[in-house]
T-cell receptor, first 114, second 114 residues
Framework: GDSVTQMEGPVTLSEEAFLTINCTYT??????LFWYVQYPGEGLQLLLK?????DKGSNKGFEATYRKETTSFHLEKGSVQVSDSAVYFC?????????????FGSGTQLTVLP | DVKVTQSSRYLVKRTGEKVFLECVQD?????MFWYRQDPGLGLRLIYF???????EKGDIPEGYSVSREKKERFSLILESASTNQTSMYLC?????????????FGNGTRLTVT
């Protein structure tokens, strides 16, 4: 079945450091890929998405490129801020599936220190 | 903005109690979801509803039931709470069962069963 593997956390960075959170997936066909973010005390919210190979999703300075050849969707940000401290979830949606078939990774806790 | 409201942020219940978790969304979304969030396991789907009175089991339905009598409200029921149901519960909604509409999450209910 479909699966998502994220790099284990927690990740601790200093402000203005470069961020990469790795995400790889296993799925049949061409799934849609998502990054969700969960700020402390809140539910998840969509950060960015990509629906086909080589698409780049971007939002709030974060980027991720859908790489079919490496089955990856790594999240990057050039200069993190304290306000980026959160848990980040990679997720995929099967091309055959309904909304229920959204598979989440285990989440990566990011802490940014001033 | 879509608002998904979960009635309680924190709940403490005793083993064997019947527990109701309530969720309301204000955007006339067809789909509603209950997830459970545990450290290292990410989000796991408990139940999904795609219309009033319609429901489907997710990946971990055992020990849970749901009710959707009105479009805007989706309730999760623990018939007889057990300590292994101590967790964070997240409700979500989305507008349709096609394409890549994002899920909109509530802020979660942290349930402790003693």
């Amino acid at each position: 079945g479909d699966s998502v593997t994220q790099m284990e956390g927690p990740v601790t960075l200093s402000e203005e450091a470069f961020l990469t959170i790795n995400c790889t997936y296993t799925a049949t066909g061409y799934p849609s890929l998502f990054w969700y973010v969960q700020y402390p005390g809140e539910g998840l919210q969509l950060l960015l998405k990509a629906t086909k190979a080589d698409d780049k999703g971007s939002n709030k300075g974060f980027e991720a490129t859908y790489r079919k050849e490496t089955t990856s969707f790594h999240l990057e940000k050039g200069s993190v801020q304290v306000s980026d401290s959160a848990v980040y979830f990679c997720a995929l949606k099967s091309p055959r599936g309904s909304a229920r078939q959204l598979t989440f990774g285990s989440g990566t806790q990011l802490t940014v220190l001033p | 903005d879509v608002k998904v409201t979960q009635s309680s942020r924190y709940l403490v219940k005793r083993t064997g109690e019947k527990v109701f978790l309530e969720c309301v969304q204000d955007m006339d979304h067809e789909n509603m979801f209950w997830y459970r969030q545990d450290p290292g396991l990410g989000l796991r789907l408990i139940y999904f509803s795609y219309d009033v009175k319609m429901k489907e089991k997710g990946d971990i339905p055992e020990g849970y039931s749901v009710s959707r009598e009105k479009k805007e409200r989706f309730s999760l029921i623990l018939e007889s709470a057990s300590t292994n149901q101590t967790s964070m519960y997240l409700c979500a909604s989305s507008p349709d069962d096609r394409g890549n509409s994002p899920l909109h999450f509530g802020n979660g209910t942290r349930l402790t069963v003693t």
